[in-house]
Every structure is written in C-alpha cells, then in structure tokens.
C-alpha cells in the first residue's frame, strides 16, 4: 500500500502534457477593506500582459457553503505551458511589485502548483 503511494506521488511530480496551473488563494487581515482588495485584484489580473508566458488569469471568490474555507477568501489561478514561464513569472520584477503590494493587506497566502490531468 505505501508503494503505491509513493509511485503516485512520483508520477504528480512529473510533467504531464498540459498546463500548469499555479494557485494562488488568498486570507486577507480583518482590517483590510473592499478597496484595498480590489486594487490587490486589478494589480494580480494585470500581470498577465507585463509577464510573458501566462497563458490566462482566473480569479473568484468563496462562495462554498461547506464552510471549509479556513478564513480564505479570494482564489486566483495563473496557468502556464512550462515550468520556465512559471519560474520567470515567479522572479520577474513585476511580480516582485505586486508581492510588495499585497503584503500589508494579507493575512496568509496558499500556493500550490499542479500539472493539469484530464
């Protein structure tokens, strides 16, 4: 049984034809207000024409009524064809900026970055 646990989480690991989606949900602070996140929000859909190599840009928010979400609220999903776009993404300045633009209204980020298998 811990064998075939392992051999699917090599096979995750590795890339499948597709895309990649990065996942990004957002737990903002009690104190920030409506137009803070919106300006949050306009800054993160924005990054999709000054950072070559993202393919689309999603965003929404909680909406489930499992009340499961843990306090966080705002989900956004970048998806790219490669690793490299990704990893540029991650390190470009204009990102850089938009980290710097975020912090003071953010609680806790969750990330996780996946291989999209149909």
């Known amino acids: 049984m811990m064998l075939a646990v392992n051999l699917n989480l090599q096979a995750a690991d590795q890339p499948a034809k597709g895309l990649l989606r990065h996942v990004v949900i957002f737990k903002y602070k009690d104190t ?47 998806t790219f064809k490669t690793e490299k776009a990704r990893d540029n993404y991650l390190t470009h300045p204009e990102h850089q900026k938009f980290v710097d633009l975020v912090k003071p209204v953010l609680a806790e980020p969750l990330v996780i970055d996946f291989w999209v298998r149909e």
């Open 32 to 78: 920030a207000k409506p137009e803070e996140i919106a300006k949050v929000e306009a800054a993160f859909r924005a990054l999709k024409k000054s950072i070559p190599g993202i393919v689309s840009f999603e965003s929404g928010v909680n909406v489930s009524p499992e009340n499961l979400n843990k306090g966080f609220t705002h989900c956004y999903i970048l």
